[in-house]
Nanobody
Framework: QVQLAESGGGSVQPGDSLRLSCAPS????????MGWFRRPAGKEREFIGV?????????YSDSVKGRFTISRDHGVKTTVYLQLANLQPEETGVYYC???????????????????WGQGTQVTVSA
């Protein structure tokens, strides 16, 4: 069993940056892909990006490419991070990390492919 715990959310102004963390616990796997999703207020959950466990392959949605970055610790800690930059009010919502044992590139954005989810962390962007 795997548990994921997000943290780092908060209230920021437009144009600000924020770093979210996702701490896995339990039995992690070298085959894991770690994904990030968000649910904007009043909308369905949407895909942000995904990274393989080694951290050498990353894929982002067009809406965040160049502004958001996924990374991870490579030491004893296995924390995964989502660095958010130039945040805009429409990006307000709950941000989730998720883990998939195996997911092919065409399914990166399909949340049903991810077996484990965190509880989410709120990000609010307002002037």
């Amino acid at each position: 069993q795997v548990q994921l715990a997000e943290s780092g959310g908060g209230s920021v102004q437009p144009g600000d940056s924020l770093r979210l963390s996702c701490a896995p616990s339990g039995t992690t796997s070298l085959w894991f892909h770690m994904g990030w999703f968000r649910r904007p207020a009043g909308k369905e959950r949407e895909f942000i990006g995904v990274m393989n466990w080694r951290g050498d392959r990353k894929y982002y949605s067009d809406s965040v490419k160049g502004r958001f970055t996924i990374s991870r610790d490579h030491g004893v800690k296995t924390t995964v991070y989502l660095q958010l930059a130039n945040l805009q009010p429409e990006e307000t919502g709950v941000y989730y990390c998720a883990a998939a044992y195996s997911v092919i590139s065409s399914d990166f954005g399909d949340e049903s492919r991810y077996e484990y989810w965190g509880q989410g962390t709120q990000v609010t962007v307002s002037a």
